[in-house]
């Protein structure tokens, strides 16, 4: 039996050429992807806050006042026997971590109003720019 010396198939060059083209159409659509992840995520992060006020307000209703910062958040939907007028749980299942896997920030009295309840962002720390700002209830209010 004789070989086909010209059996169809893809060069090595052509391969190549292929994966470098696909190579430079990820450069250029990869970058794009990556930005709308960390703004999904601090949209995320801006509703669960909105929600988390939500449950404040109907525990505010409920008690008479917002829940202390050694209360926590936690007293939304754990019930604690030396709060006259609980009627929760104020929330489904719990207090949500932010998008980045943390804990939101809660302080009462807050210093921008009554409470104050805030992710640190992508970086974890104080302040930042673009990914890495905190999301806040108070700049919430101020947008709206």
């Given at each position: 039996?004789?070989?086909?010396?010209?059996?169809?198939?893809?060069?090595?060059?052509?391969?190549?050429?292929?994966?470098?083209?696909?190579?430079?159409?990820?450069?250029?659509?990869?970058?794009?992807?990556?930005?709308?992840?960390?703004?999904?995520?601090?949209?995320?992060?801006?509703?669960?806050?909105?929600?988390?006020?939500?449950?404040?307000?109907?525990?505010?209703?409920d008690v008479g006042r917002y829940?202390?910062?050694?209360?926590?958040?936690?007293?939304?939907?754990?019930?604690?026997?030396?709060?006259?007028?609980?009627?929760?749980?104020?929330?489904?299942?719990?207090?949500?971590?932010?998008?980045?896997?943390r804990d939101y920030v809660y302080?009462?009295?807050?210093?921008?109003?009554?409470?104050?309840?805030?992710?640190?962002?992508?970086d974890g720390a104080e302040g930042?720019?673009?990914?890495?700002?905190?999301?806040?209830?108070?700049?919430?209010?101020?947008?709206?």
């Amino acid at each position: 039996m004789r070989e086909n010396r010209h059996a169809k198939g893809f060069t090595l060059i052509e391969l190549m050429v292929v994966l470098f083209i696909l190579g430079l159409l990820a450069a250029l659509v990869a970058p794009r992807l990556i930005g709308r992840v960390g703004k999904a995520k601090q949209q995320t992060a801006q509703a669960q806050i909105q929600m988390l006020a939500t449950a404040l307000d109907l525990f505010y209703l409920d008690v008479g006042r917002y829940p202390t910062t050694d209360e926590g958040l936690e007293v939304l939907y754990k019930k604690s026997e030396d709060i006259p007028g609980w009627s929760g749980p104020y929330l489904d299942k719990g207090v949500p971590k932010d998008p980045w896997g943390r804990d939101y920030v809660y302080k009462s009295p807050g210093e921008h109003g009554p409470y104050d309840l805030y992710s640190l962002g992508a970086d974890g720390a104080e302040g930042g720019e673009g990914d890495n700002r905190d999301i806040t209830n108070w700049s919430a209010e101020e947008k709206g």
